[in-house]
């Protein structure tokens, strides 16, 4: 059963940064390809980011590009997302998630991920 512990997540002013973690409980996330998606109040699950397994590569929202950076470690048990120039609009809940893949570099299906964290709150105030 794959776990995650995040943190991270809190109150900060519009142009602040703040780093998310993701840490795996258990083994090293081997084969998984991970991925952050936020959940603001009344609003659907959105994807944020994406990293590979084993990590060579990432992809983002457009709202993302240029502001945020999601990471893995070597290890393959933490994963993080750097989030640079905060808006209030980036209010929202944030997830880890994993999918299952079958080899180096696969990109999953956005409903392909089957294990998520429990969510860490993210509030930009202007």
């Known amino acids: 059963q794959v776990q995650f512990v995040e943190s991270g997540g809190g109150l900060v002013e519009a142009g602040q940064s703040l780093t998310l973690s993701c840490a795996v409980s258990?083994?090293?996330?081997?084969?998984?390809?991970m991925a952050w998606f936020r959940q603001a109040p009344g609003e659907a699950r959105d994807f944020v980011a994406h990293?590979?397994?084993?990590?060579?590569?990432?992809y983002y929202a457009l709202f993302a590009r240029g502001r945020f950076t999601i990471t893995r470690d070597p290890f393959q048990k933490i994963m993080y997302l750097q989030m640079n120039n905060l808006r209030p609009e980036d209010t929202a809940v944030y997830y880890c998630?994993?999918?299952?893949?079958?080899?180096?570099?696969?990109?999953?299906?956005?409903?392909?991920?089957?294990?998520w964290g429990q969510g860490t709150q993210v509030t930009v105030s202007s």
């Open positions: 998630a994993a999918a299952r893949v079958g080899s180096a570099g696969e990109v999953p299906p956005r409903n392909g991920y089957r294990y």
């Open positions: 258990g083994g090293p996330l081997n084969n998984y390809a």
């Open positions: 990293i590979s397994w084993p990590g060579g590569s990432t």
